[in-house]
């Protein structure tokens, strides 16, 4: 079955477009083998699965059975959609707080690039403790402030964004966790042995930085570009043209994965 996340229906959607790229899910299963003894996983969660991309990944990585959950029913339906030819992969409308599921169930619990959607981080981790079995790996991977602080540079394309409009900080900060708030709700709620890695995720590769251009022209995989008017967002294009050199550009973002065991 690999390789059929990438399929058309996901990137020609027009009301659910996400920035995946090989790259991204190469790293990402490369960083998680080596956190997670993967093999010994035999089923596992997926709370704020989104379109189930990274459903998908952990069936290609041996996962035997994966069940997704998200609190929109039109993503789920996109989900659903992306993993047809994944039997062992099942998706339900269900929050990330109050599951309804059997406790002591999962080998493995993921919450990729959700905190920043939950206001109740306590009662999240909770959950996820309860659902997990003795020895079992919570993995969180989330954007602290200080990810998002890193300086721009030519494979840190978004930090220009931030040193051009110092606003845009502020939007992308506003509901992001310091690390040290998370490893503690992690231990406070029963989870030990809490591994933390600052990870470059590779984003995108673009052969000539005038294919990096248009795409930011385009806002492709960059909602935060929403808030600019389109004068300022060629401001911006500008800025970017000046910083960075002519050539191949790999574009990168940092984040944080914590893996807890129970």
Known sequence: MEGIILG???????????????????????TISEMVPIQNISNALDIGC???IFSAVLSDM???SITG??????ILKVAKENCQDYENISFLHRSAYETGLESNQ????????????????PKSFQEAYRLLKEGGYFIVQERTPEDIQQKGS???????????????????TRLRYE?????????????????????????NTYEHKEQLLQALRERKGKKILEELEDTELEELIQYINSSIPEGNTV??????IWVAVK
């Open 179 to 203: 690390s040290h708030i998370i490893i503690d709700l992690m231990k406070k709620v029963g989870f030990k042995e809490v591994q933390e890695l600052r990870y470059w995720e590779t984003k």
């Open 50 to 52: 989104g379109q189930g």
């Open 62 to 64: 041996g996962v035997d």
């Open 251 to 256: 574009e990168q973002e940092r984040s944080t």
């Open 69 to 74: 959950i998200d609190i929109s029913e039109d």
């Open 8 to 30: 058309l229906y996901l990137f020609n959607n027009k009301n659910y477009v996400m920035n995946i790229t090989q790259d991204v899910i190469d790293s990402w299963r490369k």
């Open 154 to 172: 030519e494979t840190h394309i978004r930090g220009y964004f931030f040193e051009k409009f110092p606003r845009l900080l502020e939007t992308e």
């Open 106 to 121: 999962y080998d493995l619990v993921l919450e990729r690039l959700v905190l920043h959607h939950l206001d109740n981080l």
